[in-house]
């Protein structure tokens, strides 16, 4: 993908937490998906 090298990183937290539910291409799909139309 040609994003893929702007996306930083993912280094996990000294204090823990908890994790990413959702790899950075899946968000960025559902971002890019309502950009045209919007939410109605």
């Known amino acids: 993908m040609a994003l893929e090298p702007l996306t930083p990183g993912f280094t996990p937290s000294p ?9 950075d291409r899946a968000a960025l799909n559902g971002v890019l998906q309502f950009l045209p139309t919007g939410i109605p």
Not at 15 to 23: A, F, I, N, S
Request: hydrophobic content about 20%; glycine content about 34%; cysteine-free.
């Open 15 to 23: 204090k823990g937490g908890r994790g990413r539910m959702v790899d």
